[in-house]
């Protein structure tokens, strides 16, 4: 490899789910004027996974992380990065990652850093592991996501309560001669912050954070804008695709699947409606799980390669997209299951 520019390569993912699951039935019969079989027509939600009250993001990222260790027989003494995406941090500071870092027993030589992305920030990672081994900074990178967001909704907030739940993914991610991730592109837009927003708890006064759009209806520390960030992905999703496919002089039929956030069925259904794409190129894997924010796409990819449904010949492409607002993108052919 000395004398090839080495390249990120997406490997084995190992998936924690807290064990306390949150019904819709459940929801149900605790709020009976809520209109459950509504709302699971539109999210495609029917439960989802809550932390306990003590547990938090890192102990969901450390657990993930065990767990990719033992059953891929992951030596931990030759992890040379951690990655973690996450908007639940344990505290303030130090970074999660740090601790994390020493709860896995892993080398003191090991960087080790927190980023702040949600739904976008898987493919981000992935961007930040590529650019990593390609300097050769690294080899072998751990990237985790891993997210509380229940810990931001007021129990009686039905718009949020029944959409978001928690989880922590771990991913190997190596370096290989063969370039497996490629076509990276970002975008921003910090106007649309206040689409999905939790404005206490930084050292901006609360008196002088930024304010949700329109007026909220629940007692949430968590806002969400929901037809507000819709209209964004509709918009911004398809232009990152056609941006991608023509800069890597690429079109929609060499494209596979479109593996893409898990926000809702509703804003998935919508975007394969605007981009003209058959609904089963566009997978969708939140119905047991919910929406677990930076966790959703290492989820579905990890359902995929357990049924067999990726190929090292196939191109696919990975989008993340929502708060910030965020989006990313990229080319990926899964190189590592089928290898």
Same mark, same amino acid.
């Given at each position: ?9 997406l ?13 819709? =039935?459940?929801? +149900?019969? /605790?709020? &009976? ?6 709302? !699971?027509e ?11 009250p ?7 990222a ?7 260790? +033992? ?9 040379d990065f951690?990655l973690? $995406?996450?908007?639940? &941090?344990?505290? &303030? *500071?130090?970074?999660?990652s740090?601790?994390?870092h020493?709860? *896995? ?8 850093? %927190? ?8 493919v ?14 690294? #080899? #072998?990178?751990?990237? *985790?996501?891993?997210?509380t967001?229940? #810990?931001?909704?007021?129990? =009686? %907030? ?7 739940g928690?989880?922590?993914?771990? @991913?190997?991610? @190596?370096?290989?001669?063969? /370039? ?8 921003? %837009? ?5 689409m999905?927003?939790?404005? =206490?708890?930084?050292?901006?006064? @609360?008196?002088?954070?930024? /304010?949700?759009?329109?007026?909220k209806?629940w #007692? ?30 690429l079109?929609?039929s ?14 998935? =259904?919508?975007? !394969? ?18 929406? @677990?924010?930076? $966790? ?21 492409? *990975? ?14 052919? %899964?190189?590592?299951?089928?290898g």
């Open positions: 490899m000395d004398s090839l520019v080495p390249h990120a390569q490997g084995p993912i190992a998936i924690h789910l807290p064990s306390r699951v949150e019904t819709n =039935d459940a929801l +149900q019969a /605790k709020y &009976p004027r809520w209109d459950l079989d509504l709302i !699971a539109k999210t495609g939600i029917r439960q989802r996974h809550i932390a306990e003590s547990e938090t993001a890192s102990d969901l450390v657990a993930a992380a065990e767990q990719l260790f +033992q059953s891929q027989s992951i030596d931990r003494s030759e992890i951690v973690l $995406c996450t908007q639940t &941090p344990d505290y &303030p *500071l130090p970074t999660t740090c601790l994390i020493d709860r *896995l027993g892993l080398p003191k030589r090991c960087g080790a850093l %927190d980023f702040n992305l949600g739904c976008s920030g898987f981000y990672g992935l961007a930040m592991a590529d650019g990593l081994i390609q300097s050769r900074a690294a #080899k #072998k990178i751990l990237l *985790l996501t891993a997210e967001y229940s #810990k931001y909704i007021d129990p =009686d %907030d039905r718009s949020l309560r029944t959409i978001f928690d989880a922590a993914a771990a @991913t190997l991610v @190596t370096a290989e001669n063969e /370039k497996s991730l490629w076509g990276f592109q970002f975008g921003s %837009d910090g106007s649309g912050g206040d999905l927003i939790v404005g =206490d708890g930084g050292s901006r006064p @609360t008196e002088d954070a930024i /304010k949700p759009r329109h007026r209806r #007692k949430s520390r968590l806002y969400m804008d929901g037809p507000s960030l819709i209209n964004f992905t509709v918009e911004a999703v398809p232009r990152l695709i056609n941006e991608i496919l023509e800069e890597n002089g079109d929609d060499r494209i596979h699947r479109y593996l893409m956030h898990q926000a809702t069925w509703k804003m998935l =259904d919508q975007l !394969a409606n605007r981009m003209g794409v058959a609904p089963e190129r566009i997978p969708i894997e939140l119905s047991d799980v919910g929406n @677990t924010v930076s $966790c959703t796409l290492p989820i579905l990819i990890d359902r995929l390669r357990n049924r067999g449904e990726l190929s090292a010949d196939s191109v696919n492409m *990975l989008i993340g997209f929502g708060v910030g607002l965020s989006w990313a993108g990229c080319l990926w052919q %899964d190189k590592w299951a089928t």
